[in-house]
């Protein structure tokens, strides 16, 4: 879930919008280096051409073939007729006084999803979907409202990642990356893991793993999947409760899972990844913003070496939950402080407009059937 301060509209339809009823192309952000590589043989071409095509997508921001200077034009029109280099449109962008920047992408099939470029600072970090929609039904997001309809490909994580590259001026590039948009990225790792190689690569977007951060509500066997990758992306478990009771009613998908299964996991990827990890909490006024909360948090923590991201509500409208009073966020805070947590209070922004990660997407685009075809 992710909070953002978007303010003015300043522009909505692009003109690509036609995108999911032009005749289907391969994605070329889907197409690994492999394949492209044979794709290039099989037509008598050098293999240094795999890597202009790179270059040209991951450094010279291409949005065409025509743009890739450097290959022959015969190549360009054999590309063009194989192979699309974006195959999504923008259906919307909203952009604050802060420079934060939120797109809701129209994919080629017209399901919709929303990316984030946040501006902090020398900072240029992005925050990016995995799946259309949300299986794991937090009660307090927008996103998992109507369940999940499918999971994004690797190409449609890249696009979105190169998309908000493209929004930056030629002189500064993406420094973080955020897996905590729509979706569950964990239930969704072929896709993840295989943008992230790219994203990481430095033929790619060239940023360390050190800088991307996987959010999870916790599926411990696809935890330790990615800890046998032996990548060390950061890891963050979406808490927002400090028992089984509180969290299966907040984060439904903890009722097959439990609170202790997550912390091993969690307590296993610290171990073999040596990534302090971070706990998320979105501070739900009147639900888990309590002293005794606190305290239970506390307990549940204790012995770890955690970084805890406390999230004040963004009121979602529709659902019934609201912000904490100030004196509560206070008083939770100074307990963990006080016990020697790290904690980290995220400032609320954009509360009066669809700021929270789905908001956009359920209050602008269509919202198709959704199943549960992505749970853990
Ligand atoms: S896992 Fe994230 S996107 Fe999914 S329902 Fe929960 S908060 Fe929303």
């Given at each position: 879930?992710?909070?953002?301060?978007?303010l003015p509209?300043?522009?909505?339809?692009?003109?690509?919008?036609?995108?999911?009823?032009?005749?289907?192309?391969?994605?070329?952000?889907?197409?690994?280096?492999?394949?492209?590589g044979?794709?290039?043989?099989?037509?008598?071409?050098?293999a240094?051409?795999?890597?202009?095509?790179?270059?040209?997508l991951?450094?010279?921001?291409?949005?065409?073939?025509?743009?890739?200077s450097?290959?022959?034009?015969?190549?360009?029109?054999?590309?063009?007729?194989?192979?699309?280099?974006?195959?999504?449109?923008?259906?919307h962008?909203?952009?604050?006084?802060?420079?934060?920047?939120?797109?809701?992408?129209?994919?080629?099939?017209?399901?919709?999803?929303?990316?984030?470029?946040l501006?902090?600072?020398?900072r240029?970090?992005i925050?990016?979907?995995s799946q259309?929609g949300c299986?794991?039904?937090?009660?307090?997001c927008?996103s998992g409202?109507?369940?999940?309809?499918?999971?994004?490909?690797r190409?449609?994580?890249?696009?979105?990642?190169?998309r908000?590259?493209?929004?930056?001026?030629a002189?500064?590039?993406?420094?973080?990356?955020v897996?905590?948009g729509?979706?569950?990225?964990?239930?969704n790792l072929?896709?993840v893991?295989?943008?992230?190689?790219?994203?990481?690569?430095p033929?790619?977007?060239?940023?360390?793993?050190?800088?991307?951060?996987?959010?999870?509500?916790?599926?411990p066997?696809a935890?330790?999947?990615?800890?046998?990758?032996g990548?060390?992306?950061?890891?963050?478990?979406?808490?927002?409760?400090?028992?089984?009771?509180?969290?299966?009613?907040?984060?439904?998908v903890n009722?097959?899972?439990?609170?202790?299964?997550?912390l091993?996991?969690?307590?296993?990827y610290?171990?073999?990844?040596?990534?302090?990890?971070?706990?998320?909490?979105?501070?739900?006024?009147?639900?888990?913003?309590?002293?005794?909360?606190?305290?239970?948090?506390?307990?549940?923590l204790?012995?770890r070496?955690v970084?805890?991201?406390?999230?004040?509500y963004n009121?979602?409208?529709?659902?019934?939950?609201?912000?904490p009073?100030?004196?509560?966020?206070?008083?939770?805070?100074?307990i963990?402080?006080?016990?020697?947590?790290?904690?980290?209070?995220?400032?609320?922004?954009?509360d009066?407009?669809?700021?929270?990660?789905?908001?956009l997407?359920?209050?602008r685009?269509?919202?198709?059937?959704?199943t549960?075809?992505?749970?853990?």
């Amino acid at each position: 879930m992710t909070s953002l301060p978007v303010l003015p509209e300043t522009n909505s339809a692009h003109p690509d919008d036609e995108a999911a009823s032009r005749p289907r192309k391969q994605h070329l952000l889907n197409v690994t280096d492999d394949v492209l590589g044979t794709w290039l043989s099989d037509r008598g071409y050098p293999a240094f051409r795999g890597k202009q095509i790179r270059r040209w997508l991951y450094s010279g921001r291409a949005t065409a073939f025509e743009m890739m200077s450097d290959l022959p034009a015969k190549l360009r029109g054999e590309l063009a007729e194989s192979f699309d280099v974006f195959q999504a449109s923008e259906a919307h962008v909203s952009t604050s006084r802060d420079g934060t920047e939120k797109i809701l992408v129209r994919l080629a099939d017209g399901g919709e999803v929303e990316c984030v470029l946040l501006r902090d600072g020398d900072r240029r970090s992005i925050c990016v979907s995995s799946q259309v929609g949300c299986a794991m039904g937090c009660v307090f997001c927008a996103s998992g409202l109507d369940g999940v309809d499918r999971n994004l490909t690797r190409g449609e994580i890249l696009e979105q990642m190169l998309r908000l590259q493209h929004r930056l001026p030629a002189e500064e590039r993406l420094s973080h990356i955020v897996m905590m948009g729509m979706g569950e990225p964990l239930a969704n790792l072929p896709g993840v893991l295989g943008a992230l190689d790219v994203a990481r690569n430095p033929e790619g977007l060239g940023i360390s793993p050190r800088r991307i951060t996987i959010s999870t509500v916790g599926l411990p066997p696809a935890i330790d999947k990615l800890a046998a990758t032996g990548i060390p992306y950061n890891l963050a478990v979406s808490l927002h409760a400090p028992n089984d009771e509180l969290r299966s009613r907040l984060v439904p998908v903890n009722k097959k899972i439990g609170i202790e299964p997550v912390l091993a996991a969690a307590d296993r990827y610290f171990t073999s990844s040596g990534r302090r990890l971070t706990f998320e909490y979105v501070l739900l006024g009147g639900v888990n913003d309590s002293e005794s909360c606190a305290h239970e948090l506390v307990r549940v923590l204790r012995g770890r070496s955690v970084m805890m991201n406390v999230i004040p509500y963004n009121p979602v409208e529709g659902l019934p939950y609201r912000t904490p009073r100030k004196d509560s966020i206070a008083r939770f805070r100074q307990i963990l402080e006080v016990s020697g947590i790290n904690v980290m209070f995220r400032q609320k922004k954009g509360d009066e407009i669809d700021a929270a990660c789905g908001q956009l997407r359920r209050n602008r685009g269509s919202i198709g059937k959704k199943t549960d075809a992505s749970t853990p």
